[in-house]
């Protein structure tokens, strides 16, 4: 039977070779001598500190002993949380995830320790430990997966926001696994969550979804204000963002939905449901910020609208609306760019305008109002239309270097619908395109592993 190592035996091998004293290495190391005579006796388990200090002390690398401090101290004993929880935060400064995964494997035998084990990922997840707090929620998810509980709800609600990223088909099955869930939230907590899935699909263009949730997100968000209402509010939970905005926000939600659907008309009284927020009767700080936005979003949604609806005159007026709205610029140009394409409106003073924005295009992040989902979604959005509008008027080297680039952050992305919607265009104006293109999208086609196929289906069409 092969006996697992200790640290004691590590210890009295380093004392040995370095033929130092108990007391002259608890000089060096800064450990009380009690303390590591308490461990060469076996009375009692080190403290993850301690270890620390005995590893430093022995010249050795940060946790060098902690795979030898679990099968000791936690695997070969009754597992005690005062040693347990030390040792989670320590191996979450160090990334150390491997032990994190045998530490939580071991002792969620025994559901107990999941309320722990999720307060824990909660204060990892404060202090911007994402990888080790998603480890720790996975293991209290499936420990509780038969439990229909708050706590696992709040699990997969973590997860499905850490999960949110560029690729586009991850997010969508991170959506699909949260959404059973989030009715199972508490009603405030279950606002956020309902905006959150919201704003997941609507990146992902599922229309369908997005009115549903937002529907739900809005008649919870009215039945929510009118207890507040009634009610002492210093004694209730609150939301991330005032009551209203759910309200509110819902109704935007819904116009994009109809917008999208080319129901311009429906668009345009939704839009008037959240420019006219004067039901509102909170005064504080917050609430007006969000006021100011809604206004602001209404006006140019409310432009937007009658742009694609035909109202070709209004671009000028829109124009000078988004000059000082940092963050409507690119999804703006977007848009601009769609009424261009779709009625063959010259734009070229435009883009020289924001050609400074469109150069460093690729720079864009996340802001209050846009996630990095969104902002990816517009990126890819714009570097399309570019190219179709200088593709349209026989700029092809121009069109070209934007259909490229907007192949490329689709395929890091992960976002189909768009990447063949480019391979079309390229295909439509294949003739025309100089061989470093035609080489460059070959390329790009053949990282899929499905060249010849798809460039079939695409020619099809």
């Known amino acids: 039977m092969k006996h697992t190592p200790t640290i004691l035996a590590e210890l009295e091998d ?10 002259l290495f608890a000089e060096r190391s800064g450990v009380h001598p009690r303390t590591l005579s308490n461990l060469r006796n076996r009375y009692r388990p080190i403290a993850v500190q ?12 940060e946790g060098f002993f902690y795979d030898l401090y679990i099968d000791n101290f936690i695997i070969d004993r009754a597992p005690d949380w005062r040693r347990i929880e030390p040792l989670l935060y320590r191996c979450a400064e160090m990334d150390k995830l491997q032990q994190i995964g045998r530490v939580v494997q071991h002792i969620m035998e025994k559901l107990m320790y999941a309320p722990m084990l999720f307060n824990v990922a909660e204060e990892l997840l404060s202090r911007g430990h994402q990888d080790a707090a998603m480890l720790l929620y996975e293991s209290v998810a499936e420990g509780e997966r038969f439990q229909h509980s708050e706590r696992l709800a709040l699990c997969q609600y973590r997860l499905f926001k850490l999960k949110l990223g560029e690729n586009q088909e991850q997010n969508l099955q991170a959506a699909i696994q949260f959404e059973p869930f989030v009715r199972r939230l508490d009603d405030i907590e279950q606002l956020d969550g309902l905006k959150d899935l919201a704003n997941a699909y609507r990146a992902l263009r599922r229309w369908d979804q997005v009115m549903k949730v937002a529907e739900e997100m809005g008649n ?5 204000y009118s207890m507040v209402s009634r ?3 210093a004694n209730l939970n609150k939301p991330l963002r005032p009551l209203f905005f759910y309200v509110a926000y819902s109704s935007l939600l819904i116009a994009s939905v109809h ?19 004067d039901w509102v009767n909170e005064t504080d700080t917050d609430t ?14 409310n432009y937007l609208t009658k742009l694609m609806a035909g109202e070709i005159e209004l671009l000028p007026d829109y124009i000078n609306f988004i000059r000082t709205k940092n963050t409507e610029i690119f999804p703006a140009l977007w848009n601009i760019m769609i009424v261009a394409n779709q009625y063959d409106v010259n734009v070229d003073s435009i883009i020289d305008t924001f050609n400074n924005e469109i150069l460093h295009i690729h720079k864009q992040d996340g802001n209050e109002v846009y996630n990095q989902q969104d902002t990816s979604d517009q990126i890819v959005g714009l570097l399309f239309e570019l190219a179709h ?9 121009r069109g070209f270097e ?10 890091i992305i992960n976002n189909e619908s768009i990447l063949l919607r480019n391979m079309k265009l390229f295909e439509c104006y294949r003739k025309v395109a100089p061989d470093e293109f035609k080489s460059q999208y070959h390329n790009l086609v053949e990282e899929r592993g499905t060249y010849e196929e798809e460039t079939r289906s695409i020619v099809g069409h």
């Open 14 to 23: 380093y004392l040995k070779n370095e033929n130092l004293t108990l007391a």
């Open 50 to 61: 301690q270890l620390d200090q005995i590893t430093r002390g022995m010249g050795l690398r």
């Open 220 to 224: 919870l968000a009215r039945i929510q």
């Open 231 to 233: 009610a002492d509010q």
């Open 259 to 277: 917008y999208e659907r080319r129901n311009y008309n429906l668009s345009l009284q939704h839009i008037k449901d959240y420019a006219c927020l």
């Open 288 to 301: 007006l910020h969000w006021k100011s936005l809604f206004k602001e979003w209404a006006e140019a949604n």
């Open 389 to 397: 509008y200088y593709l349209s008027k026989k700029n092809y080297t």
């Open 402 to 411: 934007f259909l490229m680039d907007g192949m490329e952050k689709c395929t």
